[in-house]
């Protein structure tokens, strides 16, 4: 998952009920002198004496008081058959789970209350609580279950023509596809949001809330032009609903609303170069929150910490920088930690302190780390949620076909612990410079790595997944009426395209065991000629006589090396399995010799197939590059036989000088 930046603080909880302003510091005796009334009070008077008290705990932030009000709002809300305000209890039942972090119970009265919501004809809250599912999901590190959710949710409201129902979806969307980092797809999702929301009385909360997170994309890819002419939208916005914000006492540019406005307006200003801008809005910003500590004075900080730096004042993008780690910074909060300290680091960088910067970029490259390797667990866990799937049955009524059991196989995903190499700091002090932009050069290839392994995994097991997702849809259907044949071939296809997940799934452990393995023990005897002709007669289970398998050795047969079998078979059968996918016709040869290079043997996999162009040449061994896109396969075996070969103290080459198709050369120790 994408770490979430500060300045995307979302305010959907500011706008749940109707917006009263903040809560008083005296608000218990607000409570307690409105509770004082409540035997005097009946009927709609007494319903909303106890609305109010749930807006006071809520805006106090006092959760436990907050969970009673709400059961009493509903009790009476029940009592008295009072349907509209027991639709906003039950939805403020809701969002007090979503902010107590309460997902259990959150997603086990979701159903109860949406049915509640869709017997009333309540579209705003129908659809208001299931975007705060799709958040939910998109939050918890479960983007592609909010992504399934929130497909459910637009198809739901364009099934109805809800045009709030179809903006609210594409908000979600966008929030979706924005913490995955697919930013062009968040842009498409949160523009579509804007258009249909932007002229709607109910889409006011959902707008005040779309203009930051789209605002954060756009900075995300730098549209800094774009982002005025949003910022320009958001203020217009926010001064013609001064009234119904409650920003109409005179002091609306002090609120967190126009907060948000300024650091989303003053960063693109900055990303245009337009500091002197930059700095008026920041100071506005800074004073509306000088007395506050709460989100929008955490964006402050940020930007102006990001503005200081980028005039030049260094002491003061500092100290705006320790005062957010010294405040708001908490231990359960890794992503926020690691984007202060980047941003101290990059401090000192450009200030020209390497060392601090040095050990800075250094514990952000392990913090980075470990919070990837998180997010590959989280992610694992919602494949596993997401794809396994228990026994089918179905009962064919047509041909009086009592069971039809299929089965649907358990999909297990395993996403690999990124291959991040560790940072080697040889000469400390003396090689700063250097140790710096070693530091910087793996912090990139970690976030590179992550997005080549998501994009490469998610578009090999797209196709067969969706094969069985359709297949299961059609058996599964009473309405389709399908001859033995059918049935059998459609059951076919959906093992056929199993099994391909599978060795997709076996592809990615076997290389995930190969790289925690630091070295091979080389204690076996092995005799290579025996070793080789045994491999040529497991290919030839699955070549079945198509192509000529030819084994050719210049050495005694006798002869054997210290070496690991396990190794050598890791490396040489991924090599034999490549020659036969990329071989039309012709023949594959094994051969075994001296290497030109002493006390070397070299073992040779040669074939008459289409061979590899020069310009793709260099690339063959990158993990998950394909020379052959339409292949199946992750693009590991190259890059995980050479592995093996380095571990066991040899090499994999491959021979620019053969023309007639490609021969791959492993380069081993000759000691026996």
């Known amino acids: 998952m994408r770490m979430r930046s500060l300045l995307t603080i979302s305010l959907v909880f500011m706008l749940l009920l109707s917006l009263n302003g903040k809560a008083q510091p005296n608000y218990k005796s607000e409570v307690d002198s409105i509770r004082q009334e409540l035997p005097k009070l009946e009927g709609r008077e007494l319903i909303q004496a106890y609305y109010e008290i749930y807006n006071l705990c809520y805006y106090a932030g006092d959760v436990k008081q907050e969970r009673k009000a709400i059961d009493d709002l509903l009790a009476e809300a029940e009592r008295q058959g009072d349907v509209k305000k027991q639709t906003t209890a039950r939805a403020a039942l809701l969002y007090y789970y979503y902010n107590t972090d309460k997902d259990d119970s959150l997603l086990a009265e979701f159903p109860k209350q949406q049915a509640f919501m869709l017997k009333q004809k309540d579209w705003k809250l129908y659809y208001d609580i299931w975007v705060l599912i799709v958040n939910h999901y998109t939050f918890t590190s479960q983007s592609n279950t909010a992504l399934r959710e929130v497909k459910r949710m637009y198809d739901d409201a364009q099934q109805r023509e809800n045009k709030y129902g179809i903006g609210l979806a594409s908000y979600g969307m966008g929030n979706a596809y924005m913490e995955i980092g697919f930013h062009e797809e968040a842009i498409q999702a949160y523009e579509r949001c804007i258009k249909v929301l932007e002229h709607s009385a109910m889409g006011s909360s959902t707008l005040l809330d779309v203009y930051p997170y789209y605002c954060s994309v756009l900075s995300e890819v730098k549209n800094y032009r774009r982002m005025l002419e ?27 609303y126009y907060t948000y406005y300024y650091n989303s307006r003053a960063t693109a200003l900055m990303g245009l170069g337009r500091l002197s801008e930059a700095e008026e809005l920041m100071m506005k910003a800074y004073a509306a929150t000088k007395e506050m500590k709460d989100n929008s004075q955490l964006t402050v900080f940020y930007n102006l910490g990001m503005l200081y730096m980028r005039k030049g004042d260094y002491q003061k993008a500092l100290d705006f920088n320790s005062r957010l780690m010294d405040n708001y910074v908490e231990p359960n909060d890794p992503s926020g930690t690691l984007m202060l300290k980047k941003q101290r680091a990059e401090i000192m960088l450009q200030s020209h302190q390497y060392e601090e910067a040095a050990n800075l970029y250094k514990q952000v490259y392990y913090l980075a780390d470990s919070l990837y390797i998180n997010d590959a667990k989280n992610q694992l866990n919602e494949f596993n949620t997401l794809f396994k799937v228990d026994e089918m049955e179905r009962e064919n009524q047509q041909v009086k076909t009592r069971h039809v059991y299929i089965v ?68 599964g259907n009473p309405d389709y009426h ?39 023990e080389e204690t076996e005897s092995v005799n290579i000629n025996l070793f080789c002709q045994d491999l040529l007669k497991r290919a030839e289970e699955v ?125 081993i120790p000759n000691k026996s």
């Not at 033995?484 to 056929?496: F, K, L, M």
């Open 230 to 256: 949003i910022t320009d939208l958001w203020l217009a916005y926010l001064n013609s609903h001064k009234k119904e914000l409650g920003l109409d006492n005179g002091k609306a540019t002090g609120s967190s």
């Open 482 to 520: 399908l001859s033995g044949d059918e049935r059998q071939n459609i059951v076919n296809s959906i093992e056929q395209n199993t099994r391909e997940i599978t060795n997709f799934i076996n592809e990615l452990l076997v290389f995930s065991e190969i790289d925690s393995h630091n070295h091979y």
């Open 408 to 475: 649907l196989g358990v999909i297990i995903i395993a996403l690999l612990l990124i291959g991040l190499l560790g940072l080697y700091f040889m000469n400390r002090l003396r090689q700063k410079n250097h140790e710096l932009a070693v530091a910087l050069d793996h912090a990139k290839e970690s976030d590179r790595m992550k997005t080549s392994f998501i994009q490469h995994v998610s578009h090999e097991i797209r196709t067969p997944l969706n094969i069985i997702s359709g297949f299961s849809q059609v058996i």
């Open 543 to 667: 070549n079945n006589g198509r192509l000529q398998l030819v084994f050719e050795s210049q050495l005694d047969d006798h002869l054997t090396v210290i070496s690991n079998t396990k190794a050598l078979e890791g490396i040489l059968r991924p090599l034999l399995s490549n020659a036969m996918k990329f071989t039309e016709k012709g023949n594959i040869k094994l051969q075994v010799k001296e290497s030109e290079e002493p006390g070397m043997l070299d073992i040779c996999v040669t074939d008459t197939g289409i061979g590899i162009a020069e310009d793709q040449r260099d690339r063959i061994f990158e993990k998950f590059y394909k020379v052959d896109s339409f292949k199946h396969g992750l693009g590991l075996g190259l890059p995980m036989a050479r592995s093996i070969a380095h571990k066991i103290k040899g090499d994999l080459m491959l021979d620019d000088n053969y023309k007639e198709g490609t021969r791959f050369i492993l380069r």
